[in-house]
Every structure is written in C-alpha cells, then in structure tokens.
C-alpha cells in the first residue's frame, strides 16, 4: 500500500495570478472610506490577512468592528469581480492538481483567504473536486510564516508534515513549510528570491515525477 502524501497550497498568486483584483477591491473600498492608497501601498501587504493589512492601510487606531466592516466589503467587491469576470488558473496549475488527484494525492488549500473567497476561486477555476481539505483565514490564529496554516492543512488531509510538499508564491509562505517540517516547490514568476527547495517560473515548467522525487529527498 502506498504511504499516504499531500500537496498543500496557496491560493493568491499560486494557483490564481488574483493580484489586480485585490487591487481594484482594496482601492475602491478604501475609498469609500476617504483613504487613497497607492498601488505600492497595496503590494506591501499582499498575501497578509485583513486583520494585519486594514490597520496599515488606514493608519492610527482601528476598532475591531471597523476591520470586520472593512473587511467584509472588500472581500464582498472582489467576489462579485470573480463571479462577474471569472478566473483563470495560473499556467500548469490545472494540469498539476489533477494529475496530482489522479495519482493518489491527498491536496488542499492553505491560505489566509476568507472561506468564501476559496470557495469562489475553486468553483470559477472548476477544480474544487480535487481538493480534500480547505484551511483558510477564520481557520487559524496566526498567519504565515508562522506554520499553523500548513499543519492545519496536514491534519484536514491526514498525512503527517514530513509527507507534505507545500506550493508557495510567498517567502513567507516558504518559510512557513520549513518551519512545519514541509519540502516547498517556490513559484517566482517575477524573479524575486525564494528559499524553497526548488524555485520556477511557472509550474509548467516542472518536469514529469518532480514531486515523487523532492518527497524522497
């Protein structure tokens, strides 16, 4: 019998390029607020979670309501873009998780995205059959790099850490999966540095049994 094994990946900019999305939903909805915020603003909190980017993005004391209210009208606004515009998967990325689900690999989502917006993404892209297990941002404490998300993630599917490679867009992301005891496949489609075990520009650059062999390392 074959020893259990998973995929857990990010979402944002892993298996969706979502970026001008954000932007559009965190532009607007600051606006309606009385807040301007520049694209760099916006790009410097990429990845987080509300609760670390609405007290950045409007400065000063923020109540709690008030990062829930905000919150929750951005994630509704890029939603609604989703939905009205749909979503491609990110070159090799449908390929990858069906094959992956065709060989027996446990897969799931581990992101600091709302349920909701998970649940919007993998219906748009046709893949939420693929996916065992979704941890998202209502699921844990504390976001990357700490490694509650991927561990979490390892226990919805059932496979222990070091019988998990993490896909990741993020150094945070990365060092998260080291710091769970995972092997990471870093996709850096803009060149920027990642310290995971292998680094591509794209996942369809991956070669054929590439997983197999970074699990047996």
């Known amino acids: ?5 998973a995929v857990l990946w990010d979402m944002d900019g892993t298996l969706i390029d979502s970026e001008e999305f954000h932007w559009i939903a965190w532009r607007d909805t600051l606006a309606s607020e009385g807040v301007k915020i520049t694209k760099n603003q916006f790009l410097a909190t990429f990845g987080q979670r509300n609760d670390s980017i609405i007290p950045q993005l409007l400065g000063g004391d923020v109540t709690s309501d008030t990062v ?7 994630e509704k606004r890029y939603r609604d873009m989703i939905r009205r515009k749909g979503i491609a998967p990110l070159p090799g990325v ?22 909701a917006n998970i649940d919007a993404v993998l219906k748009a892209v ?23 998300v991927f561990l979490a993630a ?36 803009n060149g920027k540095s990642l310290s995971a075990d292998i680094v591509v520009e794209s996942l369809d650059l991956l070669g ?3 997983f197999e062999e970074l699990l047996n390392r």
Do not use: T, Y
């Open 68 to 74: 829930e209210r905000v919150g929750n009208s951005k």
């Open 94 to 115: 449908a390929r990858w998780v069906h094959h992956l689900h065709d060989q027996g690999w446990r897969q799931a989502v581990a992101s600091a995205a709302p349920r």
């Open 126 to 148: 046709s893949a939420a059959d693929v996916f065992e297990g979704i941890v998202a941002a209502e699921d844990v404490r504390r976001g990357k790099p700490d490694p509650e």
């Open 154 to 189: 390892a226990s919805r599917v059932g496979v222990p850490p070091e019988r998990c490679i993490v896909v990741e867009d993020a150094p945070a992301g990365v060092e998260a999966a080291r710091r769970a005891g995972m092997k990471s496949i870093g996709i850096s489609r």
């Open 208 to 210: 054929n049994g590439v």
């Open 1 to 5: 019998m074959r020893a259990m094994r």
